[in-house]
């Protein structure tokens, strides 16, 4: 990326958690995982340079955590306020997939842009939604929802990679869905890809392990190298929900330790 080119500040916002789980649940393959606790993090992310700035996926709210047994920590919009952020002046919201803890709330952003693949959209609406295990991550409601945003000319399709703007870019990988998609975005510390669930945890891609809800899994594994060729090492790879993350990097600041982590300064020793 040339030196003309200014960086973009990158956060995750965590706004639920998952406890109780079992190793089985986060991977195919086995391991030597044994009975340690699995639990996951949710979290939505923001890429901000000057007054740029773009959320990636807008999680869900209490209804979705009810029905599906999850703790809300915070509704996503309200998090962001810790950024200084109003949720109702985002203008662009790239979501990675449609599944109900990454597409959910989207009528919290009243002014955005949604930004999502070709593929996904003709995935949760096509034959394979006939199929329980497919279509059990969605949630039919903010599929509607979304189809809603399609009709008041609120979205924006790609086909791959796409540039959103200089340092910040999409890129298809499927695999846990059919039109997952990653975000790489430039900062002061070098190419950072935002994986979504391209990676659930670290120990995903680092162990070649693929997480037990998805697609194809031959994708998944393929997501594996081309999220690795996205970044500029294996510290430049965000997983989509490992709460490791909120303790290898430092807080946004201290009043939001626990809550926000700076993602675009390299992970504490």
């Not at 919201?93 to 803890?101: A, C, F, N, Q, R």
């Not at 998805?214 to 060729?229: N, P, Q």
């Not at 430049?236 to 626990?258: F, N, T």
């Amino acid at each position: 990326m040339p030196d003309t080119t200014a960086p973009f500040e990158v956060f995750a916002i965590r706004y639920a958690h998952h406890g109780g789980r079992r190793p089985e649940e986060n991977f195919i393959g086995g391991g030597d995982f044994h009975d340690a606790d699995s639990p996951l993090d949710y979290f939505v992310w923001v890429a901000r340079r000057g007054q740029e700035i773009y959320l990636v996926d807008t999680g869900f709210a209490q209804e979705a955590a009810a029905q599906r047994k999850r703790t809300l920590l915070v509704r996503p919009a309200q998090a962001l306020a810790g950024l200084g952020i109003d949720a109702a002046k985002i203008e662009h919201v790239i979501l990675t997939h449609l599944h109900y803890d990454h597409a959910g709330t989207l009528d919290d952003f009243p002014a955005a842009t949604f930004h999502v693949q070709d593929a996904e959209p003709a995935y949760a609406t096509g034959r394979c939604m006939c199929h329980k295990v497919l279509r059990q991550p969605y949630d039919v409601e903010d599929v509607v929802g979304f189809i809603r945003k399609v009709y008041a000319d609120r979205v924006v399709f790609h086909d791959g990679t796409a540039e959103l703007a200089p340092g910040l870019s999409l890129h298809l990988v499927g695999g846990h869905s059919r039109g997952l998609q990653v975000v790489r975005v430039w900062t002061r510390r070098g190419w950072v890809v935002l994986a979504s669930d391209a990676t659930h945890l670290y120990a995903n891609i680092g162990r070649s392990l693929p997480f037990p809800a998805v697609y194809s899994i031959g994708d998944m594994m393929e997501g594996f190298r081309r999220v690795r060729e996205l970044a500029d090492s294996e510290d430049h790879i965000i997983p989509g929900h490992d709460p490791q993350v909120m303790v290898r990097y430092p807080a946004a600041s201290a009043a939001l330790e626990g809550r926000i982590v700076r993602l675009d300064v390299a992970p504490k020793a």
